[in-house]
């Protein structure tokens, strides 16, 4: 078996770097993935010499299936960011009306790569209990445990 050449590979390599460019482009953007459907066609025509344009091929069903991977990959890199310093923690149900409650868990920690502070909801949880502080509580420590957090490195506000 003959193994691909590198100029091969590297084209390769362009289109998916700029399919996903693209699908964190519309998620930024908070656009829908319906765009990409028309993406492939009017790179095609806009960049009608270039060699990714040709191969672009990122409609719908696969942008989505990369935002997964990258919402995904997000998740795991912030898990380990808890596990391995210092962050803070916060919640607030939703207000909707009906049996389940929404808690996003929202999550404050530097992100060494970046060189900043990050601040992001890591997830989404449901309660189907009453709002007690207990129960929202044993959402995030369900959580905690889940992704085997250590408490420790949550950060407690000390009140001046």
Request: proline share 2%; with cysteine.
């Given at each position: 078996m003959c193994a691909p050449?590198?100029?091969?590979?590297?084209?390769q390599l362009s289109v998916i770097r700029a399919e996903t460019l693209f699908a964190e482009f519309l998620v930024e953007h908070n656009l829908p993935l319906a765009c990409s459907d028309h993406a492939g066609?009017?790179?095609?025509?806009?960049?009608?010499?270039?060699?990714?344009?040709?191969?672009?091929?990122?409609?719908?069903?696969?942008?989505?299936?990369?935002?997964?991977?990258?919402?995904?990959?997000?998740?795991?890199?912030?898990?380990?960011?808890?596990k391995n310093g210092p962050f803070a923690m916060a919640t607030d149900g939703s207000n909707d009306i009906g049996a389940v409650k929404l808690y996003p868990i929202c999550v404050r920690y530097f992100d060494a790569q970046l060189g900043k502070v990050m601040c992001v909801m890591q997830s989404l949880q449901e309660c189907t209990e009453a709002s007690t502080g207990e129960n929202i509580f044993r959402i995030l420590d369900n959580f905690m445990s889940s992704h085997n957090i250590p408490?420790?490195?949550?950060?407690?506000?000390?009140?001046?």
């Open positions: 050449n590198s100029e091969f590979l590297n084209e066609k009017l790179f095609r025509k806009m960049f009608p010499d270039s060699a990714v344009a040709a191969k672009y091929g990122s409609a719908r069903t696969k942008t989505a299936c990369i935002v997964e991977w990258l919402a995904d990959f997000d998740a795991k890199r912030i898990v380990c960011a808890m408490w420790q490195n949550c950060l407690e506000r000390i009140k001046g």
